[in-house]
């Protein structure tokens, strides 16, 4: 894909939470998202990924504005958000639990109907799009009289899409949409959610766990760190490339089918578990884990840089570490 038109662009984002003392004093700073700057283009999904409590989900909030910023900027279309209103309809999102993100006392057409209401349309036009959207998920017209209880956890996935789809975005977050999914059901919607792509051009930011699949349905892919970017590739080139040793230690844990090719696996263990983000480090927050750290890596915080051609890393020694472990 041609990668011209920057739909977001991201500058020094950071979010701060503050830590409160049993008695009300300030105790710290919980830096969920620390000075993240890329971009993502029309038309790509963007995949994120990192461990639980890296800041994936914070990051993807701050660009739909459903949290402010502690710092930092963000333009789309080349209009900086925080200079309009928030809520934006060309921006949506779909959740991670299909199960908590209905509710439970409305049936499936007022669950579609509620993002229509201040919308100009008149009933018989809101209930023909409602209509059209269950289909394009794979459910009926009829399912509007039922409840979210009598849909199994990717129907009810499939709902959330529908819902994120009635406004006509132009920009969807999919926050771990199908973590919660079975096996068997996962590659469904992530298929659906290609073709949904396909048809009416979405870009998606696409938030998982999951490597395997985020291969598969990314075409860009950030790895987040406490915070902060890690690296920043191409899909392809990521997997096939990696050059930050955090990169290199997930790609190395991922289940493999075949058993020959997990046994060729360089496995690359990590010294710890992740650090508390209270602990601000100096140097590299990867350092106190990083199988190739040097003492100036815990002294002197790296920044993301392009190695190659639409290829980000921070770390002080990549060019070092891809050339001694090939």
Not at 152 to 160: K, N, Y
Not at 166 to 179: R, T
Not at 277 to 298: I, M, Q, S, V, Y
Request: glycine fraction near 6%.
């Amino acid at each position: 894909m041609l990668q011209t038109e920057k739909l977001f662009e991201i500058r020094g984002l950071k979010k701060y939470f503050p830590i409160r003392s049993f008695l009300g004093g300030k105790r710290g700073d919980v830096k969920a998202v620390n000075d993240v700057s890329f971009s993502i283009y029309r038309g790509e999904t963007f995949g994120l990924v990192g461990e639980s409590g890296c800041g994936k989900s914070t990051l993807g909030r701050l660009i739909l504005r459903m949290l402010e910023p502690t710092a930092g900027e963000i333009f789309y279309k080349g209009k900086d958000i925080h200079q309009s209103p928030p809520g934006r309809q060309e921006m949506q999102i779909i959740f991670q639990d299909p199960y908590s993100s209905l509710d439970a006392y409305w049936n499936i057409g007022e669950i579609l109907a509620e993002p229509l209401r201040f919308q100009p349309l008149s009933a018989r036009e809101k209930q023909e799009r409602i209509e059209a959207m269950l289909e394009k998920v794979g459910l009926k017209p009829e399912d509007t009289q039922r409840f979210p209880y009598e849909f199994s956890g990717g129907q009810r996935q499939r709902i959330g899409i529908a819902r994120a789809l009635m406004l006509k975005p132009e920009f969807i977050l999919c926050d771990e949409p199908i973590a919660a999914l079975d096996a068997s059901i996962q590659a469904q919607v992530v298929n659906m959610l290609q073709d949904l792509q396909e048809e009416f051009h979405f870009t998606y930011l696409f938030i998982s766990h999951d490597l395997s699949m985020m291969r598969y349905i990314s075409s860009r892919i950030g790895v987040m760190y406490l915070g902060s970017l890690a690296e920043l590739a191409p899909s392809r080139e990521l997997y096939e490339k990696p050059l930050h040793p955090y990169t290199r230690a997930l790609l190395s844990a991922r289940p493999v089918a075949d058993p020959e090719k997990a046994r060729a696996i360089k496995r690359l263990p990590l010294s710890m578990e992740l650090p508390s983000p209270l602990d601000n480090l100096p140097g590299c927050p990867f350092a106190p884990r990083c199988p190739f750290a040097k003492p100036l890596c815990r002294e002197e915080k790296p920044a993301l840089r392009e190695l190659s051609p639409a290829h980000f890393v921070s770390c002080l020694r990549a060019e070092e570490i891809s050339s001694e472990n090939g």
